[in-house]
């Protein structure tokens, strides 16, 4: 047999929830999944796992929902975009779904929130999970770290911000490190990743898509970005950085047979809907 390869699809787009979604559908233990996620501070947080419709094709969701506490004011649509895009959004959107762009609303009760990427390490190596998906999940969180400070103009060790504290990105990269480390495959092939255009609100103010964050994982690790004429913010610095730290090349085989597919669905109302599609593939020995 020729080697397992995992294919990221990424005409619309990638971001944690939607990498956690499609590795699950096309596979990955959601029994492994659930019980590596028990180690993590879970009284502030539930996973949902559910099937929705996206351009009517049937894709699997991850939802990370926080307690009250806890929530991040980030899927707050008017916030982000202006009223007008707002009145387009009544569901509730969960708190990972925009894993860059937060507003502050927490009082010195929750000064904890506010993680370094030491702090979040810790959290990761004291799981119950294998050595593969610790160092990816690690890593995953380098690249994350490195890419903010540099987009903030500081230093890693000084990145405190949400984005790489908030229990919901560390939940989803620690599941997406599960469910690749899971699938067990030789090779993660990204061809293009589809990203968008124009500006989304963070708590610093207007910042342009692609986020910086996005703009400099991309820069420094050569990611293949291609930018699509739609408004919106198709990649998070999640996304971005899952794909840095696992991909391991841009060429898919000639031919090959798909063994399997996953169906990974995004949160926002976009038009086309963020649909990731993971395939896992084979080789066929001409």
């Given at each position: 047999?020729?080697?397992r390869?995992?294919?990221?699809e ?5 971001s ?31 996973v ?15 939802d ?30 969960p708190?990972?779904y925009h ?16 993680r370094?990427?030491a702090?979040?390490k810790?959290i990761?190596?004291s799981?119950?999970?294998t ?24 230093s ?29 495959v ?14 989304v ?11 910086p ?20 913010e198709f ?20 031919s090959?047979?798909?063994e399997?597919?996953?169906m990974?669905?995004g ?12 395939m896992?593939i084979?080789?066929?020995d001409?």
């Amino acid at each position: 047999m020729g080697k397992r390869i995992l294919y990221f699809e990424c005409n619309t787009g990638i971001s944690g929830d939607m990498t956690v979604a499609a590795l699950l559908d096309a596979g990955a233990s959601e029994e492994v999944l659930m019980k590596a996620l028990e180690g993590i501070d879970d009284d502030v947080f539930e996973v949902r796992i559910s099937r929705v419709k996206k351009s009517g094709l049937d894709c699997c969701d991850f939802d990370v929902v926080l307690d009250k506490a806890h929530e991040n004011h980030d899927h707050d649509m008017e916030y982000l975009y202006g009223a007008d895009h707002a009145k387009h959004h009544h569901h509730h959107a969960p708190a990972h779904y925009h894993d860059h762009a937060h507003t502050h609303y927490h009082d010195h009760a929750h000064t904890h929130y506010h993680r370094n990427p030491a702090d979040i390490k810790n959290i990761i190596n004291s799981l119950e999970i294998t050595e593969n998906a610790k160092s990816i999940a690690c890593r995953v969180f380098d690249i994350l770290a490195e890419a903010e400070a540099k987009a903030h103009g500081t230093s890693m060790e000084e990145v405190h911000f949400h984005e790489v504290g908030a229990i919901d990105s560390i939940v989803d990269v620690v599941a997406a490190a599960v469910c690749l480390d899971n699938l067990d495959v030789d090779e993660v092939i990204v061809k293009s990743i589809s990203e968008g255009t124009g500006s989304v609100r963070c708590q610093h103010g207007v910042i342009p898509v692609p986020v910086p964050a996005v703009a400099n994982i991309a820069a420094a690790y050569k990611l293949p970005l291609r930018i699509v004429d739609r408004n919106g913010e198709f990649v998070t610095p999640t996304g971005a950085a899952f794909l840095a730290a696992t991909m391991t090349g841009k060429t898919l085989p000639e031919s090959f047979m798909i063994e399997r597919v996953g169906m990974g669905a995004g949160k926002r109302d976009y038009d086309p809907p963020g649909i990731l599609r993971a395939m896992l593939i084979s080789e066929v020995d001409e």
